[in-house]
């Protein structure tokens, strides 16, 4: 995707992937609005970058979802891609009765917001030159991490739609891009001072990077095993990987 010159809504921007990501268009010439659900870390983020807008959303609520896409439709004309990154991350159970609140949650943010949001703009984006969309998944959709079973299937979920949108507007202008994020120095999961996670700063650069290619997955250096691994024989790194995380998470 051309990498300045664009108008950008983001969802999830007032922190995180979301926010780093809105900072870094904003710097390079782009028009960038950002939402999420509280004010004040929005109000934080404009006010640290003059010239970038906030609206607050409700990703989970159909009305929010509408009033917005009409909102920016009628004072961003120009909108020409869509970022689809809010999301939440929180521990299950599994094994066990999954708690059902958390699990609705979940879902709704994560993958139903999503779909939701990208319907409302869906037509508009049509009739834009260079339009994208583009959706904030995780390695977790390719290697679930069995303590946040509900989140990573939500990931899976999203890979698929974004698979399937992609095939059918591939002659309609608008690409649909998939980032796919590793474990990053963010507040999910209480990572942000995480030796392990990524950089946040070097995870934007790189991504910022591969962005600027013609690639519709976007797949920092860290990220490629986890993508590699899908097929007959994932079971073992699967495995492996959760046997790691169980015992990380169970240290914090």
Known sequence: MKLSGNTIFITGGGSGIGKALAEAFHKRGNKVIISGRRRANLDQVVAANPGMTAVELDITDPASISAVASQLIAAHPDLNVL??????????QATGPVDD???????ITNLVGSIRMT???IEHLKSKDDAVIAYTSSVLGFVPMAVTAVYSATKAALHSYALSQRFLLKNSG????????PWVRTDLMNS????EAMPLDQFIEETMAILATDADEILVEGAKAFRANVGPHEHGLVNSFNEFASARFAEG
Not at 101 to 107: A, E, G, P, R
Not at 174 to 181: F, G, Q, S, T
Not at 192 to 195: H, L, M, W
């Open 174 to 181: 608008v690409r649909v891009l998939e980032i796919a994020p």
């Open 192 to 195: 942000r001072e995480a030796a």
């Open 119 to 121: 319907s409302a703009l």
């Open 101 to 107: 609140k958390l699990m609705v949650d979940t879902v």
């Open 83 to 92: 970022i689809n990154n809010a999301g939440i991350m929180l521990p299950d």
